[in-house]
């Protein structure tokens, strides 16, 4: 599966929840705010000032590994 920055951290981490050390090491230590949940990966990222089409990219080359 293929992820986009368009979908939301609730979604992401129901593809795959070890994408969540990803998150942890791009800055989003808020994985488990309920708020969070419902970001966007794009929303997300521009609130911890990160590229959101670069972490997008390493989420699909980890999950391009699996």
């Known amino acids: 599966m293929t992820i986009s920055k ?3 951290i609730g979604e992401l981490l129901r ?3 070890n994408i ?3 998150l942890m ?3 989003m230590h808020c994985i488990g705010c309920p708020s969070a949940q419902g970001e966007s990966l794009e929303e997300a990222a521009m609130v911890h000032g990160i590229d959101a089409d670069v972490l997008a990219a390493q989420i699909n080359d980890f999950l391009a590994d699996k």
């Open 6 to 8: 368009d979908m939301t």
């Open 20 to 22: 969540v050390p990803i």
């Open 15 to 17: 593809v795959d929840e």
């Open 25 to 27: 090491r791009a800055g």
